[in-house]
């Protein structure tokens, strides 16, 4: 029999500061070093850093809380990463939501996690739309069209934001920052607490 294979690596360990502060620090130490390639845009960490800094303000002026929560609808594209950093930084819980989706779905989803504010992809509009007649209830609809700055649509909010995002205490061994949703196997899909 052939000896076995090295044991499995220890876990490093996390630091118990909040994920933002990640952010942060990295965007400290290489301000100027690519973070983001989205299509032929590119943003490093320092822009996103005040990117989602502003988004967060925005939000927070909107009257978003510390624990609400705030549905991301969208593909892979600059705006999830710098709208998932500013939902944090305002104090919300992002809830990530499969692009892939169909209004039924997206509606269940917004409606038990409690989201009160969905960020979503000009794309995936209609679905979130009909979601509506599925019973859908969010009190902000935040629409991601690129380089748009319509009053209302992701970067018109981060654009014309003003002050810092707010101050609040975390806890991040208890405090809840995202909450995805499982693939639903066994029905439909459950949140998983980050």
């Not at 502003?54 to 978003?64: N, T, V």
């Not at 380089?147 to 002050?163: N, P």
Request: charged share 20%.
């Amino acid at each position: 029999m052939a000896p076995s294979a090295s044991p499995r690596p220890s876990m490093a360990p996390y630091p118990e500061e909040p994920v933002q502060e990640l952010l942060k620090r990295v965007a400290e130490r290489l301000p100027d070093k690519t973070a983001v390639i989205d299509g032929d845009r590119t943003f490093t960490y320092g822009q996103i850093e005040d990117l989602s800094n502003r988004f967060a303000s925005a939000l927070a002026s909107s009257g978003l809380a510390v624990g609400d929560r705030v549905g991301i609808f969208a593909p892979n594209c600059v705006e999830f990463v710098i709208g998932f950093f500013g939902i944090l930084k305002a104090g919300g819980i992002a809830s990530t939501v499969n692009s892939a989706y169909t209004e039924r779905e997206l509606a269940f989803q917004m409606n038990d996690c409690g989201a009160t504010v969905l960020l979503v992809h000009e794309a995936l509009l209609e679905v979130a739309g009909k979601a509506e007649g599925h019973g859908l209830n969010i009190r902000q609809l935040i629409v991601i069209k690129a380089e748009s700055q319509e009053t209302g649509s992701f970067w018109g909010l981060t654009e014309t934001a003003k002050g810092p995002p707010p101050e609040f205490a975390i806890d991040p061994k208890v405090d809840v920052a995202t909450l995805p949703y499982s693939s639903g196997t066994t029905g439909l899909a459950k949140g998983v607490e980050l």
